[in-house]
């Protein structure tokens, strides 16, 4: 399954690329999000790999995110990887007049066992994730001085020595 998706958000270039660009900011937008880990590789480079836990439903889920491109704001695309489904996401952002930057996300999934069903019977879903995500981003990144105070004691970011 393939598709692009693609929103504009009000603020310049550069400062959505800062934002987008450091994982602590992923707290903020990125809805069910437990724990992000970097596991190998230079943190935010290309090869670089990390374990991400959210929280669906009753369920964690465990994606394993590598990084295969990252050339900012032309490009930033990584594989994830969990026990139904394998997952490429190819981000691109470019100025739009008037301050504002063009968000655009080209996804391509597929899915084994039990995914490989909801994706027959609501293909759908994957698709309004997707948006979502991109949305609360942009939701994020139009109120980042008032996000400042999003209560993010949920999630847990684990460093490569092992802190916090």
Same mark, same amino acid.
């Given at each position: ?22 994982? #602590? &900011? ?11 880990? $970097?596991?190998?590789? *230079? ?9 991400? *836990? ?6 964690? *889920? ?6 295969? =491109?990252?050339?900012?704001? $032309? ?15 190819? &981000?691109?952002? #470019? ?45 994020? =990144?139009?109120?980042? &001085?008032?996000?400042?105070?999003? &209560? ?11 802190? $916090?």
């Amino acid at each position: 399954m393939k598709y692009t998706l693609e929103i504009e958000i009000n603020m310049p270039l550069d400062m959505v690329i800062k934002l987008f660009d450091d994982p #602590e &900011n992923l707290k903020c937008w990125m809805e069910g999000l437990i724990s992000f880990e $970097h596991l190998s590789g *230079i943190p935010g480079e290309s090869g670089a790999r990390s374990r991400l *836990i959210f929280k669906m439903g009753d369920r964690n *889920i465990e994606m394993i995110e590598t990084i295969t =491109a990252r050339n900012l704001p $032309h490009e930033f695309t990584g594989t994830y990887e969990s026990n139904c489904v394998y997952n490429v996401v190819r &981000n691109r952002f #470019e100025p739009v007049s008037g301050d504002r930057t063009k968000y655009i996300a080209e996804y391509f999934f597929e899915v084994r066992g039990f995914m490989k069903l909801v994706a027959l019977l609501i293909p759908g879903v994957f698709k309004k994730q997707s948006l979502k995500y991109m949305e609360d981003f942009k939701y994020f =990144a139009e109120n980042y &001085n008032t996000s400042l105070s999003i &209560n993010t004691n949920n999630i847990n970011i684990i460093q490569a020595n092992g802190t $916090h």
